[in-house]
């Protein structure tokens, strides 16, 4: 196996809240590497008016084979819940592997305030 000296590849993300019709502007994101049964941070992020973020979450050298996790704050951005009681969904967790630091991995969330989905983008 050959070692990668520069790596093209990069992590990216956006937010599309479906109930809306919108991207999800101001949607606080946190970037984890799984080590084990520790998360080590790694970035904290804010979406812009797109929805997505100002820069790759991680590109380059940062690119490594391994286990991450994006936790979007999303009870933060859909606000208060039914009445006195908490939000259907609050921060949710996606945890996904990266296999090759070389590819683009591109992790979008559509949202709505009782269901979200995920898929590996382009």
């Known amino acids: 196996m050959q070692a990668h000296t520069q790596s093209g590849g ?9 109930a809306r019709g919108r991207p999800a502007r ?16 790694i970035t904290t992020v804010t979406t812009n008016d797109d929805g997505r973020c100002d820069a790759p979450l991680l590109s380059g050298a940062e ?8 936790r979007f704050h999303a009870g933060d ?3 208060r ?3 006195d009681g908490p939000l259907f969904l609050d921060v949710i ?30």
Request: hydrophobic share 35%; no cysteine.
């Open 93 to 122: 967790p996606l945890r996904f592997g990266i296999a090759d630091p070389r590819a683009h991995y591109h992790v979008p969330l559509l949202l709505s305030p009782y269901s979200y989905s995920t898929y590996r983008g382009s």
């Open 10 to 18: 990069r992590l990216t993300t956006h937010v599309l809240d479906t």
């Open 77 to 79: 951005y859909l606000g």
């Open 26 to 41: 101001g949607l606080r994101i946190e970037l984890f590497r799984i080590e084990g049964e520790a998360a080590r941070p």
């Open 81 to 83: 819940g039914e009445g």
């Open 63 to 70: 690119m490594e084979r391994g286990v991450y996790e994006l």
